[in-house]
Nanobody, 121 residues
Framework: VQLQACGGGLVQAGGCLTL?????????????MAWFRQAPGKEREFVAA???????YYADSVKGRFTISRDNGKKTVYLQMNGLKPEDAAVYYC????????????????WGQGTVVTVSS
């Protein structure tokens, strides 16, 4: 599976942005798709996941502001980010894994290249 993330950019605090991650391969629907982010000097952290079993999971810090969705026909996962805060600024990575859900990046097998989100205050 190869993942290609895009959609990052510069946005003002309170603004919105949608990230996309397109996957190659024939078994997209059988993967849990997730978004992680990593700010400078910090560890990679879980943001949201869309399980192959139908569940959606969010980090507490983004609940109510971010929405993950997927289109299995297009083999694409999205992250709609509303109400962006300066602390949301990071490199965002999409990932694919076989487990129904996992917070740890170690549980994901495939990673996109990352897309940069910058939030100005």
């Amino acid at each position: 599976v190869q993942l290609q993330a895009c959609g990052g950019g510069l946005v003002q605090a309170g603004g919105c942005l949608t990230l996309s991650c397109a996957a190659s391969g024939r078994t997209f629907s059988s993967y849990t798709m997730a978004w992680f982010r990593q700010a400078p000097g910090k560890e990679r952290e879980f943001v949201a996941a869309s399980s192959w079993s139908g569940g959606r999971y969010y980090a507490d810090s983004v609940k109510g502001r971010f929405t993950i969705s997927r289109d299995n026909g297009k083999k694409t996962v999205y992250l709609q980010m509303n109400g962006l805060k300066p602390e949301d600024a990071a490199v965002y990575y999409c990932a694919a894994g076989r487990r129904s859900f996992a917070y740890s990046p170690n549980e994901y097998d495939y990673w996109g290249q990352g897309t940069v989100v910058t939030v100005s205050s």
